[in-house]
């Protein structure tokens, strides 16, 4: 009689995880496509120095992701639920870093996480779990979420920056962007002319 109670509360509790993931999940619009312009997101103030640096930003507080210094950015949208977005963290951590070791790219393309319905201490725990070293930003209402068409996740946007504040999307697709190499030197051709160039 015990086990059973168990696995009926844990029934229930997955039905009930299931059907708040579900509403939060419809589709309130559609995500920017490539060749749309990007909305102009307000995202809270990184937590640590060096994410601040990274970015660019010369304040404390929420910031636009025009005030990010860079010609090009990756957003991810995960949630540290999501089995897809744990597989894929080696693949990203990988891209990131590429970026990195590349001096005509690391100033140039940045990357940031925003985590679905995820609390800063769901987004603190994916980030120490798969040692991502870019800025990951909570959305535990899934506010910036619904802006951004209430996509799956993993779902990867590439933004170009312009300082008229009309960025474009030249990426925007669900699941994994396969290989980092590839997906680096494509985004890099589309991006095209580089800010001041």
Partial sequence: MRNRTVVLLILSFMISCFTLYAGAARASGLPPAEGDTFPEI????????????????????PFKISQVKADTLIIEIFSMYCPYCQKEAPVVNELHQMILSRPDLRNKIKMIGIGAGNSQFEVNAFRNLYGIAFPLFPDPEFSLHKALGDVRTPYFIVVNLKGSGSHKVIYSRVGSFGDPRQFLESISRKSGPRKGA
């Fill in 42 to 61: 307000l995202l809270p103030s990184p937590q640590k120095w060096s994410e601040r640096e990274y970015l660019g930003l010369d304040h404390v507080g």
